[in-house]
């Protein structure tokens, strides 16, 4: 079973959106154990301080690497830490191939204008990120990262969604997808796919994901 921990200053939006859909079901049936952790446990004063303002000044304040070290600390050995920052390499399908066949992840969610550098040398093994724009903190970037690792473990998601016929698991957009009415304000669903015939329905499938990747996403087919 996998295990993630996640060190936040919001463990209950971490715990509240693994409540919903296929996160939810993939926890409840064991597949996977995923533990929030609040920052401000160890902190070391009575107001809880885990951040402090920047040395040379600026706007902004950054988390204190003391209570983030403590917190790695207390967790079992072994686990990758993971930062997740806009700094950090960005998330694609295949880099979430390949952190699904961790063991154990440990994900770290900063705020405002990040951690200080040095807990970032000692503690961190890899730093994602989920696109090019900064959000207020990390702990939506680490619930994505989460639920695209929960849809890869095998039996989290049914055999009709089966994760290896997704979208980009085969390089290419996904294909346009119609169910009934077969006639919707004037629109009808293209014959191929009403033909009852499967390798016509796939050879229509195949092209169609072929055509929208290259009007949309032409980068993706190099
Ligand atoms: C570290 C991640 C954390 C430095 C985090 C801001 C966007 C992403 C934060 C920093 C984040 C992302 C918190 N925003 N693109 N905000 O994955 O400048």
Same mark, same amino acid.
């Given at each position: 079973m996998m295990r993630i921990d996640v060190i936040t200053i919001f463990p209950?939006?971490?715990?509240?959106?693994?409540?919903?859909s296929i996160p939810r079901r993939a926890i409840d049936a064991g597949l996977i154990d995923v533990l929030a952790h609040d920052l401000r446990d160890h902190a070391d004063?009575?107001?809880?301080t885990i951040d402090d303002t920047p040395y040379g000044g600026?706007? $902004?304040?950054?988390?204190?690497?003391?209570?983030?070290?403590?917190?790695?600390?207390?967790?079992?050995?072994?686990?990758?830490?993971?930062?997740?920052?806009?700094? $950090?390499?960005l998330l694609t399908q295949s880099v979430a191939n390949e952190l699904s066949l961790s063991d154990h992840l440990v994900l770290l969610c900063g705020h405002y204008r990040g951690i200080d550098e040095r807990v970032r040398e000692n503690y961190v093994d890899d730093e994602i990120s989920i696109g090019d724009y900064v959000l207020s903190g990390g702990e939506l970037p680490a619930l994505i990262?989460?639920?695209?690792l929960i849809r890869l473990i095998p039996g989290a998601i049914g055999n009709a969604e089966s994760a290896l016929e997704d979208s980009f698991q085969?390089?290419?957009?996904?294909?346009?997808?119609?169910?009934?009415?077969?006639e919707f304000e004037g629109l009808t669903v293209p014959e191929a796919l009403l033909s009852g015939d499967h390798k016509k329905v796939a050879q229509w499938r195949?092209?169609?994901?072929?055509?929208?990747?290259l009007?949309?996403?032409p980068d993706l087919l190099e």
């Amino acid at each position: 079973m996998m295990r993630i921990d996640v060190i936040t200053i919001f463990p209950d939006l971490i715990r509240d959106v693994l409540k919903y859909s296929i996160p939810r079901r993939a926890i409840d049936a064991g597949l996977i154990d995923v533990l929030a952790h609040d920052l401000r446990d160890h902190a070391d004063d009575k107001h809880k301080t885990i951040d402090d303002t920047p040395y040379g000044g600026g706007a $902004g304040m950054i988390f204190k690497p003391e209570p983030i070290a403590r917190a790695i600390e207390t967790l079992p050995a072994g686990g990758r830490v993971i930062f997740l920052t806009p700094q $950090g390499r960005l998330l694609t399908q295949s880099v979430a191939n390949e952190l699904s066949l961790s063991d154990h992840l440990v994900l770290l969610c900063g705020h405002y204008r990040g951690i200080d550098e040095r807990v970032r040398e000692n503690y961190v093994d890899d730093e994602i990120s989920i696109g090019d724009y900064v959000l207020s903190g990390g702990e939506l970037p680490a619930l994505i990262l989460i639920d695209a690792l929960i849809r890869l473990i095998p039996g989290a998601i049914g055999n009709a969604e089966s994760a290896l016929e997704d979208s980009f698991q085969n390089g290419l957009l996904d294909c346009a997808w119609y169910t009934r009415p077969r006639e919707f304000e004037g629109l009808t669903v293209p014959e191929a796919l009403l033909s009852g015939d499967h390798k016509k329905v796939a050879q229509w499938r195949r092209d169609n994901a072929r055509q929208r990747t290259l009007e949309r996403r032409p980068d993706l087919l190099e």
